[in-house]
C-alpha cells in the first residue's frame, strides 16, 4: 500500500534542438494497491456450475487476471470481495478504489462510502442484478449531498432477454458522445477501429440517469453550501480523517490550489458538476456514465449492469473501457509530480514527518539547495520550491532532525523527484506552408518568401510609407496658422495707435467758433 517514487530519463540522439533531446518522468512505485468489489454474492457462495456469480466478477478478472503461470509476475491490484454488511471504515481504509455493482439497496453502506469520498477515495456504482434505483435514490442522493452524481428515475429502459422475450429492444452506445473523453481512446486506434469496438455490446436494460434542471440545481446548491461550509470552518474544527493514504495524494501547486478541492472559488464550481462520459444511442440519448467529483474525491456511476443479462458488454472485447476507468481512478490517488515549468511548487511533508530539514538538488547542479520548512495551512507543515523553469529532474530530500536541530544521519526519511517537462508542441518543427502562414501570421508585420525570391535590403514596402511629406506640410501650416493666431492681438494695438496719433496732428480749432457754427444755421 505504500508508494514510492522512481526518476526515470529517456534520451535520443543529439540533433538541431537540443534542449529537447530527454525528458523525465516521476513514476510511482507500488506492491500492491487494494481494491475493494461489493455485490451480493460473498467469494464462498460463487458457483459458476450453477451461475451463481458476483456482479462484480468480470470487474475483478480485468484488474487482477487468473496467474496461470508460477514464475507470473506479482500482481498490482490486491482484490478484496465483499457483500454489503461487511462494509466498514476498517476494510476501506488503505483501499484505493471501490466498486459496488448489482446491490439492490444501499443501506448502511452509503454514510461510510460517503465519507471515503469526501476524503479522496474513488468509487464505481454500477447497476445490475436486482438494482433498486428508488431505494438508492432514496439512500444516496439527499439533494445532491450524498453518493449519487445524479438522482435516478424511477423507470428503467428496456428489459432483459429472461424478463419479456417478446418485448426485448437491444440498443448501442452513442460513439459520438465518447469522443472527447480521453479514457476511451487507444493510442496508435484509428477512429474507425474504435467506432467499430464500441458498437460491439448491445443493451438490453439500463436505469434512467435524471438530468433534469431541479437535479443539477441540487447539486449546485450542494456544492455551494459544501463550499461556505469549507470557507468559515475554524482550525482544528475538521473530523479526523480515516482514509490513511488520503495526505499523501493531496498535491499544491502555484497559487497553493490542491487537487483535494476543498475551499474551491466559486468560479471553479462548473468542474464540479455531474459529467456525462457517455451516452446510449437511443432518443434523447440517456446516460450510459455519469461522474461527479464529491469532495477529494470521484463517484462514476454506470447505469447498466456489468454482468449478463443485462447486456453482452462484457463478453466483448469493449468491455476493456472499464479496465481503461478503473486504472485511471486508482491512479488518481498517487501523488502526481509530473509539472511543465512553473515557478513555485509547493509540496506538504508526511504527516509522520513533520520535522525534517529539507534539501533540494537542481538538475546538474552539485550543490544541494536547503529549503525553509514552514506551515503551508493551518494544520500542515511543508516547503516550497521556487524557480523550477529548467526540465529535469528536481529532487527534494528530508532527513530527520536530532536534539541539537541538525539531521541526525545521513538516511534519507523522504525523497520526492520532481519531474519537469516542457510542452510538447514546443519540439514541433514542421514548417508552415504558405496558406498557415497567412493564416497564423499578419501580413502587415511579415512577408512570405518563395524560394529563390530576391530579400530587398531595404524591406517591403508599406502602405503609406511616403506620406511623411504630407504630415510635415500640414505641420507647418499649423505652425503658420498658430503664429497668426498669436499675432492677431499685436496687430490690432499697432492700429489704434496710429489712428490716435492722426487725430492729435489735426489743427486745433478754438470753442468761439465752434460755437458760432452751432448757433447759425
Not at 191 to 202: K, N, T
Not at 399 to 417: M, N, Q
Request: proline letters at 7%.
Amino acid at each position: 500500500g505504500q508508494v514510492a517514487f522512481l526518476p526515470l530519463t529517456a534520451k535520443i540522439t543529439a540533433d538541431r534542438l537540443p534542449a529537447d533531446d530527454e525528458r523525465s518522468l516521476s513514476v510511482p512505485i507500488v506492491a500492491a494497491l487494494p481494491v475493494v468489489f461489493i455485490d451480493e454474492v460473498a467469494d464462498e457462495d460463487e458457483d459458476v456450475v450453477r451461475n451463481r456469480l458476483g456482479e462484480t466478477r468480470h470487474l475483478r478478472k480485468l484488474l487482477a487476471p487468473r496467474q496461470t503461470r508460477s514464475d507470473a509476475p506479482q500482481q498490482l491490484i490486491k482484490v478484496r470481495h465483499l457483500t454489503p454488511d461487511a462494509v466498514n471504515r476498517d476494510v476501506l481504509a488503505d483501499a484505493r478504489l471501490v466498486v459496488v455493482a448489482g446491490v439492490t439497496e444501499p443501506g448502511a453502506m452509503t454514510a461510510v462510502l460517503a465519507d471515503y469520498v469526501k476524503q479522496g477515495g474513488q468509487v464505481v456504482v454500477a447497476a445490475g442484478n436486482d438494482f433498486d434505483p428508488n431505494a438508492w435514490s432514496a439512500a444516496a442522493w439527499l439533494d445532491g449531498e450524498d453518493l449519487l452524481p445524479l438522482r435516478l428515475k424511477n423507470t428503467l429502459i428496456g428489459v432483459t432477454p429472461e424478463e419479456a422475450p417478446e418485448r426485448l429492444v437491444p440498443f448501442q452506445l452513442s460513439v459520438s458522445s465518447m469522443e472527447d473523453e480521453g479514457i476511451f481512446h487507444l493510442a496508435g486506434v484509428p477512429q474507425s477501429d474504435l467506432e467499430s469496438l464500441y458498437s460491439e455490446p448491445f443493451f438490453f436494460k439500463a436505469v434512467e440517469v435524471d438530468e433534469s434542471a431541479e437535479a443539477l440545481a441540487a447539486v449546485e446548491t450542494a456544492e455551494l453550501l459544501r463550499i461556505e461550509q469549507e470557507q468559515n470552518r475554524e482550525p482544528g474544527d475538521e473530523k479526523p480523517p480515516w482514509l490513511l493514504w488520503a495526505d499523501d495524494a493531496v498535491e499544491f501547486h502555484d497559487t497553493f490550489v490542491s487537487n483535494s478541492g476543498f475551499g474551491i472559488a466559486q468560479e471553479n464550481l462548473k468542474n464540479r458538476l455531474p459529467r456525462v462520459l457517455a451516452r446510449y444511442d437511443l432518443p434523447g440519448k440517456p446516460a450510459f456514465l455519469v461522474s461527479r467529483q464529491i469532495g477529494r474525491g470521484q463517484v462514476v456511476f454506470c447505469s447498466t449492469g456489468v454482468l449478463s443479462p443485462w447486456n453482452t458488454l462484457p463478453k466483448t472485447n469493449a468491455v476493456l473501457l472499464f479496465d481503461r476507468l478503473m486504472r485511471t481512478m486508482i491512479e488518481n490517488t498517487l501523488p502526481n509530480y509530473q509539472t511543465p515549468p512553473i515557478e513555485r511548487f509547493t509540496l506538504p511533508l508526511p504527516i509522520a514527518e513533520q520535522h525534517l530539514t529539507v534539501s533540494l538538488q537542481r538538475p546538474g547542479a552539485t550543490v544541494d539547495e536547503p529549503l525553509d520548512v514552514t506551515f503551508i495551512s493551518a494544520e500542515r507543515r511543508g516547503v516550497t520550491v521556487s524557480g523550477l523553469l529548467a526540465r529535469g529532474i528536481y529532487r527534494v530530500t528530508g532527513k530527520r532532525l536530532g536534539v541539537a536541530g541538525v539531521a541526525s544521519s545521513d538516511a534519507v526519511i523522504w525523497d520526492v523527484p520532481i519531474a519537469v517537462n516542457g510542452e510538447p508542441d514546443e519540439s514541433d518543427l514542421t514548417p508552415l506552408t504558405r496558406s498557415a502562414f497567412e493564416k497564423r501570421v499578419s501580413s502587415r508585420t511579415f512577408r512570405w518568401l518563395d524560394p529563390g525570391e530576391e530579400l530587398a535590403a531595404a524591406g517591403g514596402g508599406q502602405s503609406g510609407q511616403n506620406m511623411w511629406w504630407w504630415l510635415a506640410l500640414i505641420v507647418l501650416l499649423l505652425l503658420g496658422a498658430e503664429m497668426a493666431v498669436i499675432a492677431a492681438p499685436n496687430l490690432s494695438s499697432v492700429t489704434a495707435f496710429n489712428d490716435g496719433e492722426m487725430q492729435s496732428s489735426r489743427p486745433e480749432v478754438p470753442r468761439s467758433q465752434l460755437a458760432v457754427k452751432q448757433a447759425v444755421p
